[in-house]
């Protein structure tokens, strides 16, 4: 069974920093592109930022220079450290495993607030 498990979300003030983290568990991840991804209240999920198996790194221009997405393969764990944090952050963040097929974690709230 394969799982994504998100940690590492909650309230921060602007300005401020936090690092999720996405432990997965029935996959070799390291053959996956893995991604973040968020959804804020009334809008549509948006790519944050993705990985793929080589390295290779893109991320939405909301984020460029302020975001960085990493991978451990050996605890088969992606990250995504968030610098900078805005309110306009503010959203449900997503854990993604792209290869042959796709899969999601369950989300975790970031709420970025003074």
């Known amino acids: 069974q394969v799982q994504l498990v998100e940690s590492g979300g909650g309230l921060v003030q602007p300005g401020g920093s936090l690092r999720l983290s996405c432990a997965a568990s029935?996959?070799?991840?390291?053959?996956?592109?893995m991604g973040w991804y968020r959804q804020a209240p009334g809008k549509q999920r948006e790519l944050v930022a993705v990985i793929t198996s080589g390295g290779t790194t893109n991320y939405a221009d909301s984020v460029m220079g302020r975001f960085t997405i990493s991978r451990d393969n050996a605890k088969n764990t992606v990250y995504l450290q968030m610098n900078s944090l805005k309110p306009d952050d503010t959203a449900v963040y997503y854990c993604n495993a792209d290869w042959i097929f796709s899969y999601w974690g369950q989300g975790t709230q970031v709420t970025v607030s003074s």
């Open positions: 029935g996959i070799r991840s390291r053959i996956y592109t």
